[in-house]
């Protein structure tokens, strides 16, 4: 259930609902392009407030915005209904979500960084899993305003390898190296290393 239907209505789209802080960098980007998709977001981001003065202007926006906070009720789970079950708006149930599980300030920086340069790969387990979970880590620091350069990302890369890879280490060209192209070699020698 982690694929993605598009097309109109809120059911057209399947995402894996929201566990927790594991899956929440996740689900957070594919709520903001579902609801960006269906014209919602502006009403869960607060940039399209509830009209004040007209009652059909406020009727319409009532029914747009309960229909964001059905969208994201239906994607997160039973578990965490607690978080979103007494919101009023969408914005109530995207803020109070976000003050759960998006941690900010400085010390979240910190932590970010530490999982992503202590990452260690570890030793014939599933590469492209492993580097994916690095990228992870890499992209909770870019949705933090903190991101690091993609030359970064790939000396990262190459330094979580296991000790058994550096003969491949040494033979990677880190001059003008991009991680894509660091990542395809890895693969490709996984793969070589597996036959």
């Not at 059909?56 to 789970?77: E, F, G, N, P, T």
């Not at 909770?140 to 550096?166: C, G, K, Q, V, Y």
Request: with cysteine; charged share 30%.
């Amino acid at each position: 259930m982690d694929s993605s239907t598009s097309s109109s209505g809120i059911g057209n789209y399947r995402i894996e609902a929201l566990k927790g802080p594991e899956n929440y960098l996740a689900w957070k980007v594919q709520m903001q392009d579902i609801l960006t998709d269906l014209d919602l977001w502006q009403y869960v981001s607060g940039e399209k407030p509830r009209p004040m003065n007209d009652a059909a202007a406020r009727s319409k926006w009532d029914a747009r915005d309960r229909s964001a906070l059905s969208a994201i009720r239906l994607r997160v789970s039973n578990g965490l209904m607690n978080y979103v079950v007494s919101a009023r708006t969408s914005k109530d149930a995207w803020d109070s979500l976000k003050g759960v599980f998006e941690v900010e300030g400085p010390l979240a920086e910190v932590v970010a960084r530490r999982k992503f340069y202590r990452c260690i790969f570890e030793e014939g387990a599933d590469m492209e899993e492993q580097i994916r979970m690095l990228r992870g880590h890499y992209e909770r620091l870019i949705a933090m305003n903190a991101p690091l350069s993609d030359h970064e990302f790939a000396m990262a890369i190459l330094t979580a390898l296991p000790d058994s890879w550096d003969t491949f280490v040494a033979s990677v060209d880190t001059t003008s190296m991009k991680s894509a192209a660091v990542i395809s070699r890895i693969l490709q020698e996984d793969s070589r290393r597996k036959l």
